[in-house]
T-cell receptor
Framework: EAGVAQSPRYKIIEKRQSVAFWCNPI?????LYWYQQILGQGPKLLIQ????????DSQLPKDRFSAERLKGVDSTLKIQPAKLEDSAVYLC???????????????FGAGTRLSVL | GIQVEQSPPDLILQEGANSTLRCNFS?????LQWFHQNPWGQLINLFY???GTKQNGRLSATTVATERYSLLYISSSQTTDSGVYFC??????????FGTGTRLKVLA
């Protein structure tokens, strides 16, 4: 089966500009995650969708970050305006099970590396 | 919230050597995953192992949930094993928390 697709792979912007990332999960996966990974750290969950509903966005900086998952498939993550500290890799992941963590194996995309200058 | 710590933070091995990576977590969990992040940044799921032992080729993992730790064993290491190894556990109902990672470099 095809893996999690993300685009673009790299993006360089200046601070205060806006940027958007796209993710297409594995077909049939109900749960979609966006993570932020700052250099030298582990991934940090920003937002989690189950189908097209948000189940956790407690660590999403909502004053500048937004995300949507229309029709429960593709998702976009937007930053507006970007700050220098947003420089990171943004990872999308998906998993099959609906709501239960018991067997919620996550599959990751290749990520988008964002540099804010 | 749950804390996840990994050790050692960095590890350098000669090709062919064996190693053990450790993941400690501060609360009981019903799920634990090990990941390998290759030098190009791709995260690959290695094991889903809430308890017990699993093996996949040269890699094996053991989780002792009652004592709140998991171990990842790499035998006969190869240069392609280089990268960062993360464990991840659930926090609350839906959120995953990743550990601090172990950066492994295998020298030819």
């Amino acid at each position: 089966e095809a893996g999690v697709a993300q685009s673009p792979r790299y993006k360089i912007i200046e601070k205060r500009q806006s940027v958007a990332f796209w993710c297409n999960p594995i077909s049939g996966h109900a749960t979609l995650y966006w993570y932020q990974q700052i250099l030298g750290q582990g991934p940090k969950l920003l937002i989690q969708f189950q189908n097209n509903g948000v189940v956790d966005d407690s660590q999403l900086p909502k004053d500048r970050f937004s995300a949507e998952r229309l029709k429960g498939v593709d998702s976009t993550l937007k930053i507006q305006p970007a700050k220098l500290e947003d420089s990171a890799v943004y990872l999308c992941a998906s998993s099959r099970d609906r709501g239960s963590l018991a067997k919620n194996i996550q599959y990751f995309g290749a990520g988008t590396r964002l540099s804010v200058l | 919230g749950i804390q996840v710590e990994q050790s050692p933070p960095d590890l350098i091995l000669q090709e062919g050597a064996n190693s053990t990576l450790r993941c400690n977590f501060s609360d009981s969990v019903n799920n634990l995953q090990w990941f390998h992040q290759n030098p190009w940044g791709q995260l690959i799921n290695l094991f889903y192992i809430p308890s017990g032992t699993k093996q996949n080729g040269r890699l094996s993992a053991t989780t002792v949930a009652t004592e709140r730790y998991s171990l990842l064993y790499i035998s006969s290491s190869q240069t392609t094993d280089s990268g960062v190894y993360f464990c991840a556990v659930p926090s609350g109902t839906y959120k995953y928390i990743f550990g601090t990672g172990t950066r492994l470099k295998v020298l030819a």
